[in-house]
């Protein structure tokens, strides 16, 4: 009897638990939507606006990702709440979701890094970061992260009617290597360098400033350079605090990943991992706005960075 009543608060507790995620999923998206799709249309418009240099092409990359990632998780999101049957199609069109997803939070990396060589050699940057380099390391990128999600793409099939899973034959592939791999590309890497770069850039903001301040005292600035920094230094912070938040709302996601295989997570849903995207995506693209607002004001100085 005892053991009856355990069961049953147990599978109340399930069932209440799988209830407040069904229902946050089910609105949550269009929270997203709302706030997202303006942040990174905004950013978009204002990014492609300005002159075309290394930063504005990658903020534009990020924003465009960030976007697709977006209506491509709603319409994912849509699928699974009407409980449309699955096919082939629809389970292939899945990595690609994943892959648009994964490319955003690498096109984050790209950012940063970029800022940091602005900084630190900000002279040299030109020479070795030009922007037809910058493109082509995107390109190259997006390449990369395709070979790296081929393997799911062939693989990856509609199971049953709404249930997308892999053949019996590659289930031991998955489970001991691919979960690892995948893992690590989409979310550990991205998230150890947007450890080490933003903490990079800070320490050279703080180099940069006092350089800067010795500078002003010896030399006269014109305002064009002054203009001109200002906005390096107000897409440098926005970057570091866009990573800093991606750091934040990563650090669950990679215990995540790290806790599942192992079954400390009891409930294994895919809601999980969804909820853990949406909150990245929504504080990204309430910064990116923010970013928007500030390269507006500085917008009526030409310049080129």
């Not at 389970?91 to 940063?112: E, I």
Request: aromatic share 16%; with cysteine; hydrophobic share 50%.
């Amino acid at each position: 009897m005892t053991m009856n009543n355990t069961n049953d608060t147990e599978w109340e507790l399930y069932k209440y638990h799988w209830t407040v995620q069904y229902l946050f999923y089910k609105v949550y998206i269009w929270v997203l939507v709302g706030v997202g799709v303006p942040g990174n249309v905004a950013c978009i418009l204002v990014t492609t606006s300005m002159t075309l240099t290394t930063a504005t092409l990658y903020m534009s990359l990020l924003a465009v990702a960030d976007l697709l990632a977006l209506v491509l998780r709603l319409i994912s999101h849509q699928i699974f709440i009407h409980n449309v049957t699955l096919n082939t199609f629809v389970c292939k069109a899945d990595v690609f979701v994943q892959l648009v997803s994964c490319y955003a939070n690498w096109t984050l990396v790209l950012v940063c890094f970029e800022r940091l060589l602005s900084i630190r050699f900000p002279l040299k940057k030109k020479i070795y970061f030009t922007k037809k380099r910058a493109f082509v390391i995107a390109v190259l990128l997006g390449m990369i992260l395709c070979l790296c999600y081929l393997y799911e793409f062939l693989e990856l099939d509609h199971k049953e009617e709404t249930y997308c899973y892999y053949p019996e034959s590659s289930l031991d592939f998955v489970i001991t290597y691919w979960y690892w791999i995948k893992a690590f590309i989409y979310c550990f890497l991205p998230f150890i360098l947007l450890l080490i770069f933003p903490c990079l850039i800070i320490v050279s903001l703080r180099r940069q400033r006092k350089a800067r301040e010795a500078m002003v005292r010896t030399t006269p600035v014109t305002s064009r350079e002054t203009t001109q920094t200002r906005v390096e230094v107000a897409i440098s912070v926005m970057v570091v605090w866009d990573a800093i938040v991606v750091i934040v709302t990563f650090a669950p996601m990679c215990f995540y990943y790290l806790l599942l295989p192992f079954n400390v997570v009891n409930m294994i849903t895919g809601f999980t991992r969804m909820l853990l995207h949406i909150a990245v995506g929504f504080i990204r693209s309430e910064l990116r706005c923010r970013l928007c607002d500030i390269l507006c004001c500085l917008q009526e100085v030409p310049f080129s960075f």
